[in-house]
């Protein structure tokens, strides 16, 4: 899943731009899935499907952070597929 880093000032947005939510379909209950999955990554997920985690300069590294939200994009891909079958 693609991930991307914006960042204004000293802070930083990385997030998945709603990929997992988008290339799933928003089947029904998407939300509920999604949420329980981000969980596990201790990461954020939006009502609009993006999952995301703030970051700022001198803090946890952005690379790493990044690798953790497309794991956790990809993890909410596959259980929204499975959760539609």
């Known amino acids: ?3 991307y880093v914006r ?3 000293r802070r930083y947005l990385i997030h998945d ?3 997992a939510v988008e290339r799933a ?3 029904q209950g998407w939300f509920v899935i999604a949420e329980a ?3 596990e990554f201790d990461l954020n997920v939006n009502r609009a499907g ?3 985690v703030p970051a700022v300069e001198g803090g946890m590294d952005r690379d790493w952070l990044a690798s953790r939200v497309a794991e956790a994009s990809s ?3 596959s259980d929204l ?3 539609a079958d």
Do not use: H, S
């Open 1 to 3: 899943m693609p991930v």
């Open 7 to 9: 960042k204004r000032g």
């Open 17 to 19: 731009a709603a990929a």
């Open 25 to 27: 379909g928003r089947p």
């Open 37 to 39: 999955t981000v969980a």
């Open 50 to 52: 993006v999952i995301f």
């Open 75 to 77: 993890a909410v891909y």
């Open 81 to 83: 597929l499975e959760a």
